[in-house]
Each structure stands twice: as structure tokens, then as C-alpha cells.
């Protein structure tokens, strides 16, 4: 079945502690990205990656990294969490980079939440 | 980004159709005219997309107004499934894979 999985489903950590959110799709897409929601404020892209080894940031980058060693995995990094990062959080991937004729896959959503 | 607007909510009963307007009258001549749809407590979910001609596919039709600057989503036969937020998002040709999403229209549909 053609998906996208993210991991962990749920997170609780505390201010500081450095973590990862996993994220593999199996259709050898191209273009991955994250996005975050909240509240009031939608869907945000953080970062993106039109292809292995190409990241760039998306609107609200700021205390998050990404990195991109294969094209199936686009892991989400939080170096030093801080409560403004508690959210909701999508990866996301489509097929080709650079079309906006193709169909985006979400995967099932992060919560994260950072005390 | 070319901008969208929508209802902030609409209603419908259960196995009637459902008409989600969008406006965009900014659309430029490359956008795209894309609509995804988020369940609760789900990641968004593609549903149909077009450019000029109006689309039809399994989950629903995309009616595109013959200047552009406006859309309609047609869901022919609501099911309490299809309660969700509905983002109409127009995705520029060149920059081709980021989607900008606005608020959407929340659909509630009564059973």
C-alpha cells in the first residue's frame, strides 16, 4: 500500500531534549516536506527537499533541521525543543519535483507536545 | 502565492449533493487548482485537481469557472464520512509542489 508513516504518532518531552520524528514514504517520491498546524494558524511548511541530498527551508524553519541521505526517509530534527514547538506535525510527498500537476501524500500526523 | 477564499463552514444532509464554492480571483495563468481535505484527527488527503477543464474522479468533480476565478467542489452524495475540512489551494506551475494552505470549509454533514 502506498503511504507515508511517521513515528512517533505521540511525543511528550521536556525543554532541551533533542528528538527525532521519523518519516519514510514508499513511492520513491521525489519532493518530501513538513509541515506543522495549529490552531488558528493552519498548515505551515518547515522545510522541504526536492530530492536526496536537496533541502531547503520552507516558512518557519527556525529551531528545526532535516536531512534527506535517501529518497525514501526525511526525518524532522528538534535539536533543543521548546514549548512553542508543541504542535501538530505532517510529512508529506509527491511524485515528481517542481510539478504542481501531481497529487501530495500526507502521512497520519505527530503530535508533539514540549514542557 | 495566489490567495483563496472560502466559506469558513458549510452544511449538508447525509446523501445529498454538496456544492464547496472557491473564489481565486488572483489566479494567474500557470496555477493550478488543487483541493484537499483533512478528517479529524487525520493528515490531509488529496481529492481532485484541475487547470482549465472541469475534472471528474472517484471521490468527486471540479467545476472551474470559464475566467478562472472561481471553483467548485462537487461531492455528489455526502456521507457522514465526508465531514472535514476542505482547503481549496492554488499551486504555482513553476514552483510546482508546495501547497499554501488557508483555512478551508468545514463541512459538517447531518445524518
Not at chain 2, 449533493?17 to 487548482?33: M, Q, R
Not at chain 2, 456521507?79 to 463541512?107: P, Q, S
Request: include cysteine; aromatic fraction near 10%.
Amino acid at each position: 500500500e502506498a503511504q507515508v508513516t511517521q513515528n512517533p504518532r505521540y511525543l511528550i518531552t521536556v525543554t532541551g531534549k533533542k528528538l527525532t520524528v521519523t518519516c519514510s514514504q514508499n513511492m520513491n517520491h521525489e519532493y518530501m516536506s513538513w509541515y506543522r498546524q495549529d490552531p488558528g494558524l493552519g498548515l505551515r511548511q518547515i522545510y522541504y527537499s526536492m530530492n536526496v541530498e536537496v533541502t531547503d527551508k520552507g516558512d518557519v524553519p527556525e529551531g528545526y533541521k532535516v536531512s534527506r541521505k535517501e529518497k525514501r526517509n526525511f526525518p524532522l530534527i528538534l535539536e533543543s525543543p521548546s514549548p512553542n514547538q508543541t504542535s501538530l506535525y505532517f510529512c508529506a510527498s509527491s511524485p515528481r519535483s517542481g510539478f504542481a500537476n501531481t497529487e501530495a501524500f500526507f502521512g497520519q500526523g505527530t503530535r508533539l507536545t514540549v514542557v | 502565492d495566489a490567495k483563496t477564499t472560502q466559506p469558513n463552514s458549510m452544511e449538508s444532509n447525509e446523501e445529498e449533493p454538496v456544492h464547496l464554492p472557491c473564489n481565486h480571483s488572483t489566479i494567474s495563468g500557470t496555477d493550478y487548482i488543487h483541493w484537499y481535505r483533512q478528517l479529524p484527527s487525520q493528515g490531509p488527503e488529496y481529492v481532485i485537481h484541475g487547470l482549465t477543464s472541469n475534472v471528474n474522479n472517484r471521490m468527486a468533480s471540479l467545476a472551474i469557472a470559464e475566467d478562472r476565478k472561481s471553483s467548485t467542489l462537487i461531492l455528489h452524495r455526502a456521507t457522514l464520512r465526508d465531514a472535514a475540512v476542505y482547503y481549496c489551494i492554488l499551486r504555482d506551475r513553476e514552483y510546482g509542489n508546495k501547497l499554501v494552505f488557508g483555512a478551508g470549509t468545514i463541512l459538517r454533514v447531518k445524518s
